[in-house]
């Protein structure tokens, strides 16, 4: 319906341009919006605001010419001019029932549109640290960004989701360690473990499974793993330079060989548990990126050389800096520090420089709120790699906050007190998880509630809105089980007959759907999809308890089935978009 306004007003704009009365070379971007006024119509523009400079006519003018201009056409019941020169549009109420044989015709694919087709665009999300399992913070980037992906794959975008690995770097070798003292206890060797090592349950795992592997060929004694390691932090020195000693003295007792073989068994497993929460989630991957790949293919020394070259960078007290200040950045930045180790933003350059090689027409990096400052740095270092930085969008991401109660729940992957995402999908179910998940804009902050989550009452907002699906298939199952003949066809002729408030609404909300999955995917807030479920469900549910479907009439009967097929279509479509269940019974 509104891409049908759109296309009529399209096709005035392209008169006047022909009357001369617009530029030919003017670019017109369409502006239609429903309208929150019953009385001001049901679609409203200010395309005659927008455009009365260029035409040089005053807007109400302009929107004569206008609304002269529109085709006529049955969708149509009037046009008014109001306020400086708003156009309002009145759709005639016999369309209103189009929606309906539209949805039944269309099935899964009624929402979806091509307006993107063509274009390729790589969607990064998540990529946590594979140190630890994933946690309820990394649940919502989860969600968020596989419903993204999910919404501009709906409109016709080609789309590969990807997880950097971070698998290069000093947290990974604090990794390794860990795992590798925890085998020496698996051993019999007694030693105090690092404060700021590892933790969790699962590195001793790691470390177990390890020693069933390899037995005790690579067991050291306590005295040569201590001997002259600063003191840690319990014993009143320093643990930043008591774990680094102790990553040193480990990769100098294994060997390269023996460290890589640790290095790997603790990656290859937290990598193994990522992947399996991830797919149990709802969330797939195209591509798993190493970071160490961009280190053994040369792609880092290849983007500092780009940045060279372009004149970006010099040396500062024995390190090499990127002089991102020119553009943009708050400062400049070090890319290679004075021993001669690249940093980490040195690999997120290579990273970048790979994925613009790779030939997206966008790149959407979704990223936890904490990571707000790393983006200007990361944009001057597109501009001076010579790609146009606004190909890059940065959605950010509010970890979610869960409590017990009223008692906050701790997250930290160090210390291993933290509550996994697998745990709370055990909890409360995916579909739940993903949700609530979803329920606010990515930005905001949100408490995850447990109880309200795993409730079954309609103050569960995922419940009521699939008890709005599982209550339209009671009513199909009612028509066989009272051996009831449907008519479709008898049913999209009588659609006329549902008057009722409930039925108008509800149709009303049906024909919204393709323009809030659109405007969902382009704007990136799958929020507004969930609002919409929320929105038409609670209509379904006044619907069904205000009125009998299956009465004895065949034409008003067979016409409120077809309403509430098409109800059920678009719960399932949505549903389906955002990886959720279409429970039957509940």
Not at 105 to 122: I, M
Not at 128 to 156: C, F, K, M, Q, W
Request: proline share 3%; charged share 25%.
């Amino acid at each position: 319906m509104k891409h049908k306004l759109e296309c009529l007003l399209q096709h005035a704009i392209t008169t006047l341009k022909s009357q001369g009365i617009l530029e030919q070379e003017l670019a017109v971007q369409i502006n239609l919006e429903r309208t929150r006024d019953p009385q001001h119509g049901d679609f409203a523009t200010n395309l005659s605001m927008l455009l009365a400079k260029p035409a040089k006519l005053n807007p109400k003018q302009l929107a004569e010419k206008i609304v002269a201009a529109l085709p006529q056409d049955s969708l149509v019941a009037k046009t008014e001019i109001a306020g400086p020169g708003f156009i309002n549009f009145f759709i005639n109420t016999d369309t209103q029932f189009q929606i309906v044989e539209q949805i039944l015709t269309s099935g899964q694919k009624f929402g979806l549109n091509t307006s993107c087709k063509g274009k390729r665009v790589q969607v990064e999300f998540v990529s946590a640290n594979p140190t630890g399992p994933l946690h309820v913070g990394h649940g919502r980037g989860a969600a968020y960004g596989s419903a993204v992906a999910d919404l501009l794959e709906a409109i016709g975008y080609d789309v590969e989701r990807e997880y950097y690995v971070n698998d290069a770097g000093r947290q990974m070798d604090i990794l390794a360690t860990s795992v590798w003292l925890r085998y020496l206890n698996e051993c019999g060797v007694d030693l105090p473990f690092p404060s700021n090592g590892y933790r969790g349950d699962y590195v001793r795992n790691i470390a177990i499974e390890l020693h069933n592997t390899v037995g005790n060929s690579l067991q050291k004694t306590a005295e040569s793993v201590l001997s002259e390691i600063p003191a840690d932090e319990p014993q009143g020195g320093d643990k930043e330079k008591h774990i680094d000693a102790l990553i040193d003295r480990t990769k100098t007792l294994l060997g390269p060989q023996n460290y890589s073989h640790v290095f790997q068994a603790g990656l290859n497993e937290i990598l193994i548990d990522i992947k399996d929460d991830l797919a149990e989630f709802g969330v797939s991957y195209q591509e798993w990126f190493s970071e160490r790949q961009l280190m053994d293919d040369g792609s880092v020394q290849k983007a500092l050389d780009r940045l060279q070259t372009a004149g970006f960078l010099y040396q500062h007290e024995g390190a090499i800096w990127f002089a991102s200040s020119r553009l943009g950045d708050e400062k400049d930045r070090v890319v290679v520090r004075d021993n001669g180790q690249t940093t980490y933003f040195a690999s997120d350059i290579a990273y970048h420089m790979n994925k613009l090689d790779r030939g997206f027409d966008h790149i959407i990096n979704i990223w936890g709120a904490d990571h707000h400052g790393y983006i200007p740095r990361v944009k001057a270092a597109m501009q001076a790699l010579g790609a146009d930085e606004s190909k890059l969008k940065v959605l950010l991401v509010q970890f979610a906050v869960l409590y017990r109660g009223d008692e906050k729940v701790q997250m930290s992957t160090r210390s291993g007190e933290f509550v996994t995402l697998r745990q709370l999908r055990n909890e409360v179910g995916k579909d739940a998880c993903r949700f609530f998940y979803m329920m606010r804009k990515s930005e905001q902050h949100m408490d995850f509630d447990l109880k309200l989550a795993s409730s079954k009452s309609n103050e569960n907002p995922v419940y009521y809105v699939q008890y709005a699906y599982a209550r339209i298939c009671s009513v199909l199952r009612q028509i066989d089980e009272k051996n009831l003949q449907r008519d479709l066809q008898l049913g999209l002729d009588n659609l006329n007959l549902l008057t009722t408030e409930q039925e108008t609404v509800l149709l009303t909300t049906l024909s919204k759907y393709p323009e809030v999955l659109d405007r969902a995917a382009k704007q990136y807030e799958p929020h507004q999809l969930i609002h919409y479920l929320r929105e038409l469900a609670n209509q379904f549910h006044s619907y069904y308890n205000a009125h009998q479907f299956l009465v004895d009439d065949a034409k008003l009967c067979n016409a409120r089935i077809n309403l509430i097929c098409a109800v059920k279509q678009v719960l399932g479509n949505a549903f389906q978009l955002l990886k959720l269940n279409t429970p039957e019974t509940m």
